[in-house]
């Protein structure tokens, strides 16, 4: 009886260890954009939201009028997020989007191997998020595209990374 028992935890645990995302999701998949973030972040079909560069970026194409979005968002332990969105349509040329995104976290101890503290510092992440989204020939049928750009910095160390 032991034996079965002890496989089944060990299947388990190794499998929910080799699903688990291990810190690889960015910490920018919080969100942006209030109702965005009341659903969960279940809201890429959604429209007329200028949050669609970030979700979906040819849902921007259903905006009717230029929309702007900004949060200040403390979190915990001296961490703060904030983020703007804007999203402009034109008669002619589409729909442009921009996102930016903040999150700050300050008072992080420094210690050396002896684990003594040997100062304070911080650490900054940015996102960028530029958008673009038009018509297609048929009825209700859009595209979009965005490019992405995360960059993060603590004290003498920093990276940055592109996406779309």
């Not at 729909?95 to 304070?120: K, M």
Request: net charge negative.
């Amino acid at each position: 009886m032991k034996k079965p028992l002890i496989a089944f935890v060990l299947a388990v645990f190794t499998g929910s260890t080799c699903l688990a995302s291990s810190g690889i999701t960015s910490v920018f998949d919080i969100g942006i954009g209030a109702r965005a973030q009341a659903l969960g972040g279940a809201y890429s079909a959604a429209e007329n939201d200028s949050a669609a560069v970030f979700y979906n970026p040819a849902a921007m194409q259903t905006l009717d009028r230029f929309e702007v979005q900004a949060a200040f968002m403390p979190l915990f332990l001296d961490t703060i997020y904030n983020y703007l969105t804007l999203a402009y349509p034109t008669p002619d040329f589409g729909t442009f989007g921009f996102s930016l995104g903040v999150i700050t976290t300050s008072g992080i101890s420094v210690r050396d191997y002896t684990g003594q503290e040997t100062g304070v510092t911080s650490q900054l992440m940015i996102e960028a998020l530029a958008g673009w989204a038009i018509n297609l020939p048929f009825e209700n049928l859009y595209a979009g595209f965005n490019i992405k750009v995360d960059t993060q910095g603590m004290e003498a160390f920093s990276d940055t990374g592109f996406g779309s």
